[in-house]
């Protein structure tokens, strides 16, 4: 037999290593993600699929599964006893447990359903995470660095994917290496009327035919980070979502730094890809709050690099 029945909690032991502390808190984020697939198969059946009528701190329509995702979460993580503060989308401020502070090593930055636009058709959801070691005491540990490295332990990205018959992630994918280029870019071009001048002649150089440059390329959007990322995980090209101009302005975009920029920017690098803000390097930014948003250009490192150059008015 090969590779079928790697688990998540088999290979989490093999690498988490010394102390298996990080494995605890990976093992618990499992938990939240299994439940959360749970009550998304069956979410339409019971009524809970819409919105709860509110609007979240950065003034989105918040979903109900936004808020039981984020109780579901928050719950796991308490559970390992090993978390002290955690960062979340459907959060207004950072949750410090502070009595949890002189055992608890890490910091927890999620986004508990990424793409929530897509549950009441029954689309491609994920939540993204990233966990960091606390800083410093007390609420200083919420002042969090977020190029806080584990490369030295996880080297490189393993895919797991759940078998939900039996319950478990399984190893689906060992050491994904993003193609130096891709095919395929994915960015919502509704919002192009207020991208700035490099980004609009980038998207246009890729829709250009040019059989030598494999060009024209092809267009891909989910709507939803996690899916538009997997796919370009698997297969390359390139992900944006560029800073605006305009009046409803998102100078710096729409996705956020801690809990979907960083965490995917990461994943990125780890794979052999790039992640910018177009120019700069994403996990070289530090947070300056909560929910701050950045620029994103990620995924396959020659077409990163090729929208840079567009951004730095080279093209
Ligand atoms: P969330 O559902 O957590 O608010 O995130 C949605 C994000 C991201 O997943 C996606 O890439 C992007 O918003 C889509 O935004 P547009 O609808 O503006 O394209
Ligand atoms: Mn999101
Ligand atoms: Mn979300």
């Known amino acids: 037999m090969n590779d079928v029945a790697v688990s998540l909690s088999q290979h989490l032991r093999a690498v988490a290593a010394p102390t298996g502390d990080l494995a605890i808190v990976l093992g618990q984020l499992a938990v939240a993600g299994k439940l959360v697939a ?4 069956h979410a339409a059946l019971g009524g809970r699929l819409g919105t709860t ?5 950065q003034g989105e329509v918040v979903k109900k599964l936004d808020l039981w995702a984020n109780d579901v979460m928050v719950q796991a993580l308490e559970a390992s006893h090993l978390v002290c503060g ?3 989308e459907e959060m207004d401020e950072p949750l410090h447990l502070p009595d949890r502070c002189a055992q608890a090593k890490y910091v927890v930055c999620f986004d508990p359903v990424d793409g929530s636009s897509n549950l009441d058709v029954n689309g491609v959801v994920g939540t993204i995470f990233s966990i960091r070691p606390k800083q410093g005491r007390g609420a200083d540990h919420l002042k969090i660095v977020p190029t806080t490295p584990f490369t030295s332990r996880f080297d490189g990205v393993d895919a797991f994917t759940l078998e939900p018959t039996i319950g478990e992630f399984i190893r689906s994918h060992e050491k994904i290496q993003i193609p130096s ?3 395929i870019y ?5 919002r192009a009327p ?3 001048p490099g980004i609009l002649r980038f998207v246009d150089y890729l829709r250009a035919p040019d059989r030598a440059t ?6 891909r959007y989910v709507g939803s980070m996690v899916a538009d990322l997997h796919r370009t995980l698997l297969e390359g090209g390139i992900f944006l979502y560029p800073a605006e101009a305009g009046e409803d302005a998102k100078s710096s975009g729409k996705l956020r730094l801690q809990y979907e920029a960083a965490p995917m920017a990461f994943l990125v690098e780890q794979a052999g890809g790039k992640a910018s803000t177009g120019s700069e390097r994403i996990l070289d930014i530090h947070p300056t709050s909560p929910h ?4 994103v250009v990620i995924g396959s490192r020659d077409d990163v690099v090729r929208a840079e150059e567009f951004v730095a008015g080279r093209h």
Do not use: C, D, K
């Not at 994915?186 to 509704?190: D, G, L, P, R």
């Not at 701050?292 to 620029?295: L, S």
């Open 38 to 41: 749970r009550e998304l198969a």
């Open 53 to 57: 009528g509110g609007i979240n701190v």
């Open 86 to 88: 955690m960062v979340s």
């Open 181 to 183: 280029r891709g095919h």
């Open 186 to 190: 994915s960015v919502n071009e509704a």
């Open 194 to 196: 207020v991208w700035q």
């Open 214 to 219: 494999g060009r024209p390329y092809t267009a």
């Open 292 to 295: 701050q948003r950045v620029p």
